[in-house]
């Protein structure tokens, strides 16, 4: 599972906070059963409190930034399996002579 980290700068200090994120896989329940796995991921692992000035972070902040971020990751993997398919085709119809109209 990919682990993404997310920074956030302290608001007083300037200090570089590091956030984990695990983005959520959702579950595949249909299809033959080696296909199906169940959903795993989503998990955020961020420290509430500067290193260096003490200053205790908003946790909603630092969870909608989080959840930004593994919003964005999902969308460019989602993309990146649409133009993978899409290659595939291609490669397929490039096999059998096929003409991409």
Not at 4 to 32: L, M, R, W
């Amino acid at each position: 599972m990919n682990v993404v980290k997310f920074f956030y700068d302290c608001p007083t200090c300037g200090n570089e906070q590091e956030v984990q994120i695990t983005p959520p896989i959702p579950a595949h329940i249909s299809g033959p059963p080696e296909s199906c796995y169940p959903a795993e991921g989503g998990e955020i692992e961020a420290g509430g409190t500067c290193e260096s000035c003490g200053l205790e972070f908003d946790e909603g902040l630092l969870i909608e930034k989080c959840e930004a971020t593994i919003r964005d990751r999902i969308e460019s993997i989602e993309e990146q399996r649409g133009e993978d398919q899409i290659e595939r085709l291609r490669e397929l119809r490039d096999e059998r002579g096929e003409i991409d109209k």
